[in-house]
């Protein structure tokens, strides 16, 4: 029996406890269903264990040798490669993949771009308040889950931060408040309890609330009686009572959020309101912990701007660091790219149908250890062992702690890890 960190999400449970002999994984205790689905991934019907190369119009398995060849022959005859994904591969692989952009003198980003990297780039204006999941489970009062299905996404997060007991404190749930804001009635309404605030709000409207906060902070008295965003007055006055009476406040920060309309202004007003609060409250804090989807997606952003200081939108020309305004998004849709190289992604699922078909006209090569829309496209592609079962690294949990996954089991035989693969790109481009 061991214990180890579960790669299924980014809260990277430490305390899963797994019975192998190396080769086959026996039992796996206190993962959630998502968890163990992770670890049912090394014998799942889709995974992939051999490289594969297009010929004509399919794909034909082939060895580890002509895959790399054929990586290297498209390399060579590219002067301007995409990379993109790295949210779900270690930071050593996030490393190499950044090592490979500089070599090829091309343009880097990851997941991390369209999702929580947009708070971290705001941040740098106005400051960010983080914390830990210690601190939630042993000292959070208040809870708020802004535009996320936490209960699904991150289905362990309210057992450890909601259900728990503090240590600090002989009481757990009991004096937590959970307030919910979704426009949608998601699965995690189910666990409220009668204290909570569950906020339905109009879609697309959460500036609007953030603004009647921020107004109110500063000048009582002024929520209109109608209420705002579909959200009555009375409820915004309890809002507004538990954010300025916490003693430690936690917004959990969801996609729903960074999706709305004017997203970069959504995100300047929330972080200005928990600086706002912060600034007036004497006792407590407001913090924020962002809910990202993938298990690595933070390491990225710490990779690159400990390595590069940039997190985000790296182009490389002369292999060096230049500015560049362009983002994942600009680059595909000015079609400014003749290669693409997917790490642990799958864009073609996940993109806008117009951007899809754009990625899918040039040469794409493919890194990854389960079958997606994206194989379907892609002229290369190389299988990778699964982190965090079948090989180690370093990952960043969602509250920006350092965890070091695990190595259980063995890989199929010949699959790498992509750490390993995107090093013997750098070794084989260099060569020829
Ligand atoms: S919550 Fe996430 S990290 Fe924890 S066991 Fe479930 S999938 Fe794994």
């Given at each position: 029996?061991?214990?180890?960190?579960?790669?299924?999400?980014?809260?990277?449970c430490d305390?899963?406890?797994?019975?192998?002999?190396?080769?086959?994984?026996?039992?796996?205790?206190?993962?959630?269903?998502?968890?163990?689905?992770?670890?049912?991934?090394?014998?799942?019907?889709?995974?992939?264990?051999?490289?594969?190369?297009?010929?004509?119009?399919?794909?034909?398995?082939?060895?580890?040798?002509?895959?790399f060849?054929?990586?290297?022959?498209?390399?060579?005859?590219?002067?301007?490669?995409?990379?993109?994904?790295?949210?779900?591969?270690?930071?050593?692989?996030?490393?190499?993949?950044?090592?490979?952009?500089?070599?090829?003198?091309?343009?880097?980003?990851?997941?991390?771009?369209?999702?929580?990297?947009?708070?971290?780039?705001?941040?740098?204006?106005?400051?960010?308040?983080?914390?830990?999941?210690?601190?939630?489970?042993?000292?959070?009062?208040?809870?708020?889950?802004w535009?996320?299905?936490?209960?699904?996404?991150?289905?362990?997060?309210?057992?450890?931060?909601?259900?728990?007991?503090?240590?600090?404190?002989?009481?757990?749930?009991?004096?937590?408040?959970?307030?919910i804001?979704?426009?949608?009635?998601?699965?995690?309404?189910?666990?409220?309890?009668?204290?909570?605030?569950?906020?339905?709000?109009?879609?697309?409207?959460?500036?609007?609330?953030?603004k009647v906060?921020?107004?109110?902070?500063?000048?009582?008295?002024?929520?209109?009686?109608?209420?705002?965003?579909?959200?009555?007055?009375?409820?915004l006055?309890?809002?507004?009572?538990?954010?300025?009476?916490?003693?430690n406040?936690?917004?959990?920060?969801?996609?729903?959020?960074?999706?709305?309309?004017?997203?970069?202004?959504?995100i300047?007003?929330?972080?200005?309101?928990?600086?706002?609060?912060?600034?007036?409250?004497?006792?407590?804090?407001?913090?924020?912990?962002?809910?990202?989807?993938?298990?690595?997606?933070?390491?990225?952003?710490?990779?690159?701007?400990?390595?590069?200081?940039?997190?985000?939108?790296?182009?490389?020309?002369?292999?060096?660091?230049?500015?560049?305004?362009?983002?994942i998004?600009?680059?595909?849709?000015?079609?400014?790219?003749?290669?693409?190289?997917?790490?642990?992604?799958?864009?073609?699922?996940?993109?806008?149908?117009?951007?899809?078909?754009?990625?899918?006209?040039?040469?794409?090569?493919?890194?990854?250890?389960?079958?997606?829309?994206?194989?379907?496209?892609?002229?290369?592609?190389?299988?990778?062992?699964?982190?965090?079962?079948?090989?180690?690294?370093?990952?960043?949990?969602?509250?920006?702690?350092?965890?070091?996954?695990?190595?259980?089991?063995?890989?199929?035989?010949?699959?790498f890890?992509?750490?390993?693969?995107?090093?013997?790109?750098?070794?084989?481009?260099?060569?020829?």
């Open positions: 029996m061991r214990k180890i960190p579960c790669s299924g999400c980014s809260l990277l305390d899963i406890i797994v019975r192998s002999d190396g080769i086959f994984i026996d039992e796996v205790i206190g993962a959630c269903l998502k968890g163990k689905e992770r670890f049912d991934q090394v014998t799942a019907k889709n995974r992939i264990v051999t490289p594969m190369i297009r010929d004509d119009s399919d794909l034909k398995k082939s060895s580890w040798d002509e895959a060849k054929k990586v290297t022959k498209l390399l060579k005859n590219s002067n301007k490669p995409l990379l993109y994904g790295f949210s779900t591969v270690s930071c050593e692989a996030q490393l190499k993949g950044l090592e490979l952009a500089n070599l090829l003198n091309g343009f880097i980003d990851s997941n991390s771009t369209i999702c929580q990297g947009k708070v971290l780039n705001m941040a740098k204006e106005t400051g960010l308040t983080l914390t830990t999941i210690s601190e939630a489970i042993n000292k959070a009062d208040l809870l708020i889950v535009g996320a299905n936490a209960a699904e996404s991150i289905p362990r997060l309210f057992n450890k931060t909601l259900f728990s007991r503090g240590k600090f404190r002989m009481t757990g749930r009991e004096i937590k408040t959970l307030v804001i979704d426009p949608v009635k998601t699965a995690s309404f189910g666990v409220m309890g009668v204290r909570d605030i569950a906020l339905q709000i109009n879609p697309g409207e959460d500036i609007n609330l953030i906060l921020k107004e109110e902070c500063c000048n009582p008295g002024s929520i209109a009686s109608e209420g705002v965003a579909g959200i009555d007055n009375d409820d006055k309890r809002l507004l009572l538990h954010l300025t009476g916490a003693e406040g936690i917004i959990f920060i969801g996609q729903g959020l960074l999706k709305t309309q004017s997203k970069k202004s959504v300047r007003e929330l972080l200005e309101l928990v600086q706002m609060i912060n600034v007036k409250q004497q006792k407590g804090r407001i913090s924020v912990i962002l809910i990202g989807g993938h298990y690595n997606m933070l390491g990225f952003d710490h990779v690159a701007l400990s390595n590069y200081g940039k997190n985000h939108s790296l182009q490389f020309s002369n292999n060096q660091l230049i500015d560049t305004d362009d983002t998004v600009s680059k595909i849709e000015r079609e400014d790219f003749d290669c693409s190289i997917i790490v642990g992604t799958d864009p073609i699922s996940h993109l806008p149908q117009e951007l899809s078909k754009k990625l899918a006209k040039k040469p794409l090569i493919l890194v990854d250890n389960k079958k997606s829309a994206t194989l379907r496209i892609a002229d290369v592609v190389l299988p990778s062992t699964i982190t965090g079962i079948e090989s180690e690294g370093l990952a960043f949990r969602l509250d920006h702690v350092p965890i070091e996954l695990k190595k259980i089991v063995n890989p199929p035989s010949n699959i890890s992509d750490e390993e693969i995107l090093n013997q790109i750098i070794e084989k481009f260099k060569l020829k």
